[in-house]
């Protein structure tokens, strides 16, 4: 009986041991239950790493990568302002010319009669023009003549009346305002004889004119990229509603344009003098230039505007018409607080960063964002340079948690550096 009461008591025993045991399990996991999320887990190997950059001042700038195609500076087909004959032409396809050379020469026999009759018309009015000042001289002196006769006897009638007849002195009056009258009229000849010359020369300056058109010139340096005639052609006049093919073609090549088309989504932030980088594909050389000019206009059939960027081509190497690949930063600010972009998260709400603060705990900013580069972008408002914001994995952090922050190898841009 004793060893069935002490068996009783040892199981009783055991089994209160186990209760006590169970208890404080419970009571431990329900306490680690009710721990917040913020609380850190135990040892340092459990806290979660996080990628972090710091903010900084940055230059900014979108970058646009994009083909683009060389074209001459200056292009230009040369007609024959006079219709006629080619009677040489000087040059040929890929020929270097140079300005004011003399690349083909017209015949022109009815504008070569055009000129001489407007030489002889010339020397005609100049011939005119003596025979009326012959005219002005001999009317001015019969006018002194007469003058001084009438003048005479009107003194000689005052001094002596009644010796002169009434009649003469009246004859010598009138023969007086005849002579004057006359030389009136010889100036007026000689007035319209100098008009004559004048305009008879405008018909040898405009005929002159007409014939030097026969010699068709280069306007600039360049190259002659097409022949479109040859000796004999007849050329008919570039003024004419008719009018045929061109003689040549003179592109100016010694400087190109490089034209791309910029899409209508940062148009507005082209500028001029934005950097670009430059890769010919025919040539595999690789240079930066800068943007010369643009339309400020957009293409409405394309939604693009066209920008230009000259390119030195002394040796000729670029060809009009080569392709080359172009990355244009547009739209650059400098000095400016920026963050990787792959730092925001964008919600409905609003745009906010995680930001680990000093004792290494997640807290969430709300930020206001400006500019977007390549792969940075411009914070107006809402953090401090020197800040350090979680880039990647955002959805894996909550607030207040502790981390262990290590700055993330973040690839750089030549549109966003520092």
Same mark, same amino acid.
């Given at each position: 009986m004793q060893v069935w009461r002490r068996?009783?008591?040892?199981?009783?025993?055991?089994?209160?041991?186990?209760?006590?045991? @169970?208890?404080?399990?419970?009571?431990?996991?329900?306490?680690?239950?009710?721990?917040?999320?913020?609380?850190?887990?135990?040892?340092?190997?459990?806290?979660?790493? @996080?990628?972090?950059?710091?903010?900084?001042?940055?230059?900014?700038?979108?970058?646009?990568?994009? @083909?683009? /195609?060389?074209?001459?500076?200056q292009n230009v087909e040369l007609h024959a302002k006079v219709a006629g004959y080619i009677r040489n032409i000087n040059v040929d396809i890929g020929d270097r010319v140079h300005t004011g050379q003399v690349l083909a020469v017209l015949e022109i026999p009815e504008l070569v009669a055009q000129v001489d009759e407007a030489k002889a018309a010339v020397h005609h009015a100049e011939e005119e023009i003596q025979r009326a000042q012959s005219d002005v001289s001999r009317a001015e002196a019969d006018n002194v003549a007469l003058h001084s006769n009438a003048v005479r006897l009107v003194n000689t009638d005052k001094a002596r009346p009644g010796l002169i007849a009434q009649q003469e002195l009246d004859d010598a009056t009138a023969k007086d305002l005849a002579s004057q009258a006359q030389v009136d009229a010889a100036k007026s000849t000689l007035a319209a004889a100098k008009q004559q010359l004048e305009v008879a020369k405008a018909n040898l300056q405009?005929?002159?004119?007409?014939?030097?058109?026969?010699?068709?010139?280069?306007?600039?340096?360049?190259?002659?990229?097409?022949?479109?005639?040859?000796?004999?052609?007849?050329? /008919?006049?570039?003024?004419?509603?008719?009018?045929?093919?061109?003689v040549v073609t003179v592109a100016e090549i010694d400087t190109l344009r490089l034209r791309i088309p910029v899409p209508e989504s940062i148009a507005a932030k082209v500028r001029l003098g934005d950097p670009v980088d430059v890769h010919v594909q025919a040539t595999g050389e690789q240079f930066t230039g800068k943007v010369a000019r643009f339309t400020n206009a957009l293409d409405p059939?394309?939604?693009?505007? /066209?920008?230009?960027?000259?390119?030195?081509?002394?040796?000729f190497h670029l060809q009009p018409g080569m392709y080359a690949d172009v990355t244009l930063a547009a739209g650059r600010q400098t000095d400016v607080l920026a963050i990787p972009i792959n730092a925001l998260q964008r919600g409905q709400n609003g745009t906010a960063v995680l930001v680990v603060d000093a004792q290494n705990r997640v807290q969430k900013r709300e930020v206001r964002a400006g500019m977007q580069g390549s792969n940075n972008v411009?914070?107006?408002?809402?953090?401090?340079? *020197?800040?350090?914001?979680?880039? *990647?994995?955002l959805g894996s952090y909550q607030q207040g948690e502790l981390v262990q922050p290590k700055e993330a190898a973040l690839s750089t841009n030549s549109a966003d550096s520092e």
């Open positions: 068996h009783k008591v040892l199981v009783l025993t055991v089994a209160v041991v186990c209760l006590i045991f @169970a208890a404080m399990v419970v009571k431990r996991v329900r306490a680690g239950g009710s721990t917040s999320a913020v609380e850190p887990r135990a040892g340092a190997d459990s806290v979660p790493y @996080a990628a972090v950059a710091p903010v900084k001042r940055q230059t900014l700038s979108t970058e646009l990568s994009i @083909a683009g /195609q060389f074209i001459p500076y405009h005929f002159s004119a007409l014939s030097n058109y026969a010699r068709i010139t280069a306007p600039y340096d360049g190259v002659v990229t097409w022949r479109f005639s040859d000796t004999g052609a007849l050329e /008919q006049a570039g003024t004419s509603n008719t009018s045929g093919l061109p059939s394309t939604r693009t505007m /066209q920008v230009e960027i000259d390119v030195p081509n002394p040796n411009e914070i107006l408002s809402g953090l401090n340079e *020197g800040d350090r914001v979680i880039v *990647g994995n």
